[in-house]
RNA sequence: GCUCUGGUAGUGUAGUCCGGCCAAUCAUAUUGCCCUCUCGAGGCAAUGACCAGGGUUCAAAUCCCUGCCGGAGCACCA
């Protein structure tokens, strides 16, 4: 009585049977996903969550350039903690340094569009170039609080000094004095190297990297920015960023080691203010195996304008557009980049760890199709004219391909069976290699299961469609059976003992994919 | 040189704060088997680690010391 119905549950895609229970039972489904959920909880806990009503974190990319795979680590971290404490996410562009880190204008939308590709979106954006007033004003409260002076020291002389823990000259200046220097910075009236206002920290820290840092400093170039091009006296990122933390009342900083020190050198501004520096976590460094080019903006640039590269979705480029273009979904990234947690010792991240997320994530709905490489042709005597491979083999109800066979078919060379082997054409039937033909034999599957007669994919030699698969070794070149016509770009399809692929352009009856993983 | 910071299987991770239940978790990887008309998925199994040496202790991955090896900062980059 019940069995039959058992059976048929189980026939059920998971998808299905969710969707089946939430009809019958709605709190069941509900705690389902609360199980999942609580499975899911890959990150430690924040400190001291309780302390706060809500959880406000920030993303603080600078815009120069496209995202790389060690970039997601960043809204992968803090995106998922966003959603574990149901908190606020801050998209802060950090965009203050026009010449070293030029800012590339296509970059702000580009990081936003690969945070949606990663299946998040903050809370807010802004621009820091956007705020340079606001960070002035602090400046000005902060040479009232004693917190500064204006210097003229080269960088060299001054790292003489700090070497030794001795002051620069400045370092007595009064706070009316600093005033008219800042204004005089502020106005443009210096150039470049020539005058910065550093924060009056301890030069006697037994960490001289917390020595009386630089806060401003006056760049020539004009920012690329239409709104921000007239700014010559820009902050540097410890002052722009501890002064925006606090504005935006960031309760927990999540960032990269080699912001190690930055904590307790903007701790001497949250002294000055009286503010409360928030909560900081610090992951290490990460390296991907896999990829002949290093995660790093600057070099993927390089090997772009070398024409190493066919630009930043090239299959071998180490960034998220080519994932994306290659069919990976931004949560099997995010589900790797979890997993390697918050730890500071650097780490790296095999990409096998991406595959097999992503395999979990695609396998389920995509479509099986026929793909032969390197194509052998091989007459072919008697059988059907056609076989009938399932579309997916764990869903006999989502139907069956339909591959013609006319009187040849395509098989890669590894495939051809030795004269007198066989082989089973999946979906087709079994034939022998007769003297370089291939013989329908009329036997039953049983010859599979019990003689060990392998089983190959194939295409009819003539009906077929071109496809060019674009790896990270290079194009590969075969041809698909005719179904594949029906898909459109975009689609993921699995070429059967092949691999994932995401169906990227189609040109008349031609097709160029890129490979996921096998 | 000075200052931080870290070291658990090939990779990543749990455990380390509050020593015992850790001959060490989970995932991935590799290999083998089962299942399967895919080399995908699923199932089962195997492989494989506490950086080293001392100390404290009845007991140490966990605490202490020393050494070794990493990573980061000491930028008018972020």
Redesign the pocket.
Known sequence: MIAPVCERVNDLADEAKRDRLAEVDPDAVAELEAEAEAEEQ?L?DLPDVADHEEVRMRL???P?GPWHLGNARMPAVIGTYKSMYDGWMLCR?????P???RPDLDAYDGIIDAIDYLGFEPDEVVR?SDRVETYYEHARDLIDAGGAYA?????E???EL??DAEPCPHRGQDADETHAEFDRMVAGEYE?????LRVRTDIEQ??????D??AF???DTPHPREAAAEYRC?????F??AIDDHLFDITHIIR???????A??QGFLYDYFGWEYPEVT?W???EV?EYDVPLSTSSIKERIAEGELDGWDDPRAPTLASLERRGVRGGAVVAAMT????????????M??I???N??RV??GTD?AFLVRDGERLPVDGGPDA????V???HEDRGRRDVPLDDAVLL?P??VPAEGDRV??????PVRNEDGRLVHTDEG?EV??EEGV????WVDADENVPVTMRTMDGDVSGRAEPGVGDYGVDDLL???????VRLDDVVGDELTTYFTH?
């Open positions: 890959l430690p603080a990319p600078n120069n562009f950090d965009d203050t340094d010449e070293t880190k820091a210097c003229t020291c080269s960088q002389q001054f790292s700090k070497a470049s190297g020539e005058m910065v037994k960490n001289p990297a917390l020595r840092w630089v400093r006056m760049v820009w902050p540097m990122l410890d722009q960023s990269g080691i080699d912001l190690q020190d930055s307790k050198r610090h290490g460094r990460i195996d997993e390697l947690g918050v730890s500071t010792s650097s780490a790296d991240l095999s096998s760890a595959y097999s997320a395999r979990e396998d389920e099986r076989g009938h491979p399932p997916h083999p764990e890669e590894g495939d089973w054409l999946k979906g087709w039937g599957i599979v299961r392998d089983v190959v994919h699995q070429f059967e003992r092949v691999g994932f096998a």
